[in-house]
T-cell receptor, first 110, second 112 residues
Framework: RKEVEQDPGPFNVPEGATVAFNCTYS??????FFWYRQDCRKEPKLLMS???SGNEDGRFTAQLNRASQYISLLIRDSKLSDSATYLC???????????FGSGTRLSIRP | DAGVIQSPRHEVTEMGQEVTLRCKPI?????LFWYRQTMMRGLELLIY????????DSGMPEDRFSAKMPNASFSTLKIQPSEPRDSAVYFC??????????FGSGTQLSVL
C-alpha cells in the first residue's frame, strides 16, 4: 500500500463547476501537508499548504482531518487554466521526508 | 534567484552506459531531494540530503544508483550501468526553513 493515496482520475468537469479531491495518508507521524500542482511536462509547484483548521486561498480550500488521516482540496468556479495534475504531499515530523501521492488529473472543459 | 537548476534537460543513452544528472539548489536552502517520476509509479523519493549529508537513501532502487552532494551548491545522481527501466523524469528539489519545496525543470532520461 502506498503511503499517500489519491484517486488518479481523470476528473473531467465543465468550466465553473466545483470539484473536490481527496487524499489519504498512512503514517500517523506525518506533520505537514501540502497540495502541489503539476502541468503537463512541467515540474510540480506548490499550490497551498494545508492547516489543521482548514484554509482558503481564493477559489481553493484545503481541509485536514488528522483523526481519519485525510486531506481534501476543493476548487470553486473552476477555470480552464485549472486543468493540471494535483499532488497531495505529506512531510514526516521526525525525518523531514517529503512524500508525494501519484496525483489526480483534472481536466476543465469549456 | 535562478531557482533550482538541473542539467541536462534531456539525456538519451544506451543500456550499460553511465549517466550523471546534476543539480544546483537554491542558495541558502539546506535540504535537497532527488525524485523520479514515471506514469506507473508517480513521483518517488530516491534520496535526500540535509546540509550536504545524505539522510535517507531508502528510495534508491539499486546499487546502480548513487548520489553525492560535495558542497551546498551542487549534487549529482549517477546511474551505472543504466538500464531501459531507468527511463523516467528525474527531478531535483530544494527546501529552506519554510518547508516549501522548489523543483528544477527535471531531466528526461531515455535509456535505449
Amino acid at each position: 500500500r502506498k503511503e499517500v493515496e489519491q484517486d488518479p482520475g481523470p476528473f473531467n468537469v465543465p468550466e465553473g463547476a466545483t470539484v473536490a479531491f481527496n487524499c489519504t495518508y498512512s503514517n500517523s507521524a506525518s506533520q505537514s501537508f501540502f497540495w502541489y500542482r503539476q502541468d503537463c511536462r512541467k515540474e510540480p509547484k506548490l499550490l497551498m499548504s494545508v492547516y489543521s483548521s482548514g484554509n482558503e486561498d481564493g477559489r481553493f480550500t484545503a481541509q485536514l482531518n488528522r483523526a481519519s488521516q485525510y486531506i481534501s482540496l476543493l476548487i470553486r468556479d473552476s477555470k480552464l487554466s485549472d486543468s493540471a495534475t494535483y499532488l497531495c504531499v505529506v512531510k514526516h515530523s521526525s525525518a523531514s521526508k517529503i512524500i508525494f501521492g501519484s496525483g489526480t488529473r483534472l481536466s476543465i472543459r469549456p | 534567484d535562478a531557482g533550482v537548476i538541473q542539467s541536462p534537460r534531456h539525456e538519451v543513452t544506451e543500456m550499460g552506459q553511465e549517466v550523471t544528472l546534476r543539480c544546483k539548489p537554491i542558495s541558502g536552502h539546506d535540504y535537497l531531494f532527488w525524485y523520479r517520476q514515471t506514469m506507473m509509479r508517480g513521483l518517488e523519493l530516491l534520496i535526500y540530503f540535509n546540509n550536504n549529508v545524505p539522510i535517507d537513501d531508502s528510495g534508491m532502487p539499486e546499487d546502480r544508483f548513487s548520489a553525492k552532494m560535495p558542497n551546498a551548491s551542487f549534487s549529482t545522481l549517477k546511474i551505472q550501468p543504466s538500464e531501459p527501466r531507468d527511463s523516467a523524469v528525474y527531478f531535483c528539489a530544494s527546501r529552506g526553513l519554510d518547508e516549501k519545496l522548489f523543483f528544477g525543470s527535471g531531466t528526461q532520461l531515455s535509456v535505449l
